[in-house]
T-cell receptor, first 114, second 115 residues
Framework: AQSVTQLDSHVSVSEGTPVLLRCNYS??????LFWYVQHPNKGLQLLLK??????LVKGINGFEAEFKKSETSFHLTKPSAHMSDAAEYFC????????????FGTGTQLKVEL | EAGVAQSPRYKIIEKRQSVAFWCNPI?????LYWYQQILGQGPKLLIQ????????DSQLPKDRFSAERLKGVDSTLKIQPAKLEDSAVYLC?????????????FGPGTRLTVL
């Protein structure tokens, strides 16, 4: 079985400060890991994905995530938050060889304040 | 490139009534997914189609939910009869192929409220 745990349901940062959204995964085999973002009244959008290549993955809008097997983590970071980053973020795991079946975390709501 | 289209965007029904949602995936995408997202939770896969065949429907409550993709393009998800706990956002997604880590593109969803 595979699962992800998002450690914070809400994160609040000031504009221009770093963002850290935490995610731990559980998977018996080599997982693929993703971060999706969901803005209000919009569809989920892929930010980045890890598929057993480079452990540091760069995504859109300045986000990046590092796969750490020893810590079973895949935390999402951004050096400087922008107001437009306010949204809900989902960490997602897919089992390699599992036919692209995605298992979502419960989400982290990111708030960006002036 | 047009995205995944879903309709209606909102639906309010009484319990025990029936409801249907429609999805049109991105042109050329062979794989189509329906997800249920309950408030405060992440989306949960209900059913996955490859062309017009079902790949995975293990999480679909088959006593009341049904889905079809007859011509391998657009798809319909039906609930009959609806229960209060079916209140959720129903998301449709598509991908070019079913292979691992192929990006899934999501539609805006249909928000269902069951009273």
């Amino acid at each position: 079985a595979q699962s992800v745990t998002q450690l914070d349901s809400h994160v609040s940062v000031s504009e221009g400060t770093p963002v850290l959204l935490r995610c731990n995964y559980s998977s018996s085999y080599s997982p693929s890991l993703f971060w999706y973002v969901q803005h209000p009244n919009k569809g989920l959008q892929l930010l980045l994905k890890y598929t057993s290549a480079a452990t540091l993955v760069k995504g859109i809008n300045g986000f990046e995530a590092e796969f750490k097997k020893s810590e079973t983590s895949f935390h999402l970071t951004k050096p400087s938050a922008h107001m437009s980053d306010a949204a809900e973020y989902f960490c997602v795991v897919s089992l390699t060889g599992g036919g692209n079946k995605l298992t979502f975390g419960t989400g982290t709501q990111l708030k960006v304040e002036l | 490139e047009a995205g995944v289209a879903q309709s209606p965007r909102y639906k309010i029904i009484e319990k025990r009534q029936s409801v249907a949602f429609w999805c049109n995936p991105i042109s050329g995408h062979a794989t189509l997914y329906w997800y249920q997202q309950i408030l405060g939770q992440g989306p949960k896969l209900l059913i996955q189609f490859q062309n017009n065949g079902v790949v995975d429907d293990s999480q679909l409550p088959k006593d009341r939910f049904s889905a079809e993709r007859l011509k391998g393009v657009d798809s319909t998800l039906k609930i009959q009869p609806a229960k209060l706990e079916d209140s959720a956002v129903y998301l449709c997604a598509s991908s070019l192929e079913p292979g691992d880590a192929n990006e899934q593109f999501f539609g805006p969803g249909t928000r269902l409220t069951v009273l």
